[in-house]
Each structure stands twice: as structure tokens, then as C-alpha cells.
Nanobody, 128 residues
Framework: QLQLVESGGGLVQAGGSLRLSCTAS????????IGWYRQAPGKDRKGIACIATSNGNSIYATSVKDRFTISRDNAKNTVYLQMNNLKFEDTALYYC?????????????????????WGQGTQVTVSS
């Protein structure tokens, strides 16, 4: 099982940017998928982005597509989520999750996968 640690959250004004990092340790195979989820107060946790570390293929939830970019640095065992043009409704606790082998799918506006490893989360607060 992978251990995941998120960082990079904080307070930002609407229209600003943040970059989240998710660093993995443990047994890392070549077919790891890593996803970013978020949970706003009073709402369910939702998948917003996912990347396959083997080839860099990525998918996004409708609400973040064209504003967020997921990328990976395999040498550092780290996945990033670059968040631009942040909106008040992006305020949430952001988690990264991983598993191997697994596949992310896009369905009904969100990302879905069967992840078994989760980080503790990093808070993102966007002020309007």
C-alpha cells in the first residue's frame, strides 16, 4: 500500500492560483493511477482529476477542466495539481489517492476509481 502526503493548500483570492503536491512512498509499481478528490463542507467527496503515472494520460471533472492541470514527476514520486482561475466554489479539503493497478473513468461529470490509498488532505480556501 502506498503512503501519500499532500501539501500546497492555503488561502487564495478568487482568480488566483495554487499548486498542490502529492508525494508517494512505499511500493510503487509502473501502473499506478493517482487521483485528486475534494470535499466541500457538507458535501460528498468527489473525484476531480486523475493521471496514469506510466504514460501521463489524464482526465478531469467537468467543473475543473480547462482550469486545473494534473501532472507527475516520476523521479520524485510526486503528482501535482495546478489550479488556476480559482473560484469560491473550489473551496474544499483536497485529497490525493492512489492504487495499482487501477483505472480512472469519467462518468456523470466526475472521476471515479477504486483507490485504496489516501492522503490526509490539504485545505484550499478561496475568498470571493
Amino acid at each position: 500500500q502506498l503512503q501519500l502526503v499532500e501539501s500546497g493548500g492555503g488561502l487564495v483570492q478568487a482568480g488566483g492560483s495554487l499548486r498542490l503536491s502529492c508525494t508517494a512512498s512505499g511500493i510503487i509499481s509502473d501502473s499506478v493511477a493517482i487521483g485528486w478528490y475534494r470535499q466541500a463542507p457538507g458535501k460528498d467527496r468527489k473525484g476531480i482529476a486523475c493521471i496514469a503515472t506510466s504514460n501521463g494520460n489524464s482526465i478531469y471533472a467537468t467543473s475543473v477542466k480547462d482550469r486545473f492541470t494534473i501532472s507527475r514527476d516520476n523521479a520524485k514520486n510526486t503528482v501535482y495539481l495546478q489550479m488556476n482561475n480559482l473560484k469560491f466554489e473550489d473551496t474544499a479539503l483536497y485529497y490525493c489517492a492512489a492504487d495499482s493497478p487501477t483505472e480512472c473513468i469519467y462518468f456523470n461529470d466526475y472521476i471515479w476509481a477504486d483507490f485504496t490509498s489516501w492522503g490526509q488532505g490539504t485545505q484550499v480556501t478561496v475568498s470571493s
